[in-house]
């Protein structure tokens, strides 16, 4: 069973680094890309970045001065870290597989961002 | 980039109702083209893949067609479950969604 999980600060300060970990169980992270992408009140949801089944990643260029996206796949978890938090990027943070549309997506996880 | 537009924003019919959702792409994206579905609280869920593929465990009744810039998913009878907000999104050039089109019983 394809299952996707996001784990993450519930708040973080403005200015500070958020770090989101995505760990997925019933495939395989060499065999799918993993795609960040975020939900927000002001600009509903925006594909932020990907990390492909070799390892390479690409970004929004929205995130990409801030944004970096890796993996460790013994552990099968892929991470996203975001720097410069602004009240903005307040929202709902998901991981989903990706082969073309996303068939799967994690719970997401809820970051406030805030003083 | 790539702009997607959806209509309406919200929408309201009957059970059994036949629905239609629109979304129109900035600029042509043949046929990749996605449609989900979001519950409150939920995360999205995929229904619709390439235009007009039903995704693997969608009921029959979720049916999607258009090509290049115009597209809409279409609900043959409305069930009480299917209240949520529908998303389409473009792959052809990055990825895209559209603003969303709040779906709620009459």
Redesign the interface.
């Known amino acids: 069973q394809v299952q996707l999980k996001e784990t993450g600060p519930g708040l973080v300060q403005p200015t500070q680094t958020l770090s989101i970990t995505c760990t997925v169980s019933g495939f395989s992270l060499t065999s799918y890309y993993i795609?960040w992408i975020r939900q927000t009140p002001g600009k509903?949801?925006?594909?932020m970045g990907f990390i492909r089944s070799g390892g390479s990643t690409e970004y929004?260029s929205e995130f990409k001065s801030r944004l970096s996206i890796s993996r460790d796949t013994s552990k099968n978890q892929v991470f996203l870290k975001m720097n410069s938090l602004k009240t903005e990027d307040t929202g709902v943070y998901?991981c989903a597989r990706a082969a073309?549309?996303?068939?799967?997506?994690?719970?997401?996880v809820m970051v406030t961002v805030s003083s | 980039d790539i702009q997607m537009t959806q209509s309406p924003s919200l929408l309201s019919a009957s059970v059994g109702d036949r629905v239609t959702l629109n979304c129109k792409a900035s600029q042509n994206i043949y046929k990749?083209l996605?449609w989900?579905q979001q519950k409150l609280g939920?995360?999205?869920?995929?229904l619709i893949?390439?235009a007009n593929s039903l995704?693997t465990g969608i009921p029959s009744r979720f049916s999607g067609s258009g090509s290049g810039t115009d597209f809409t998913i279409t609900i043959s009878s409305l069930q009480p479950e299917d209240v949520a907000t529908y998303?389409c999104?473009q792959?052809y050039s990055?990825?895209?969604?559209g603003?969303?089109t709040k779906l709620e019983l009459k």
């Open positions: 795609q509903g949801l925006e594909w929004n998901y073309g549309s996303f068939d799967s997506w994690g719970q997401g | 990749n996605a989900y939920e995360a999205p869920k995929l893949y390439n995704q998303f999104q792959y990055g990825w895209t969604f603003g969303g």
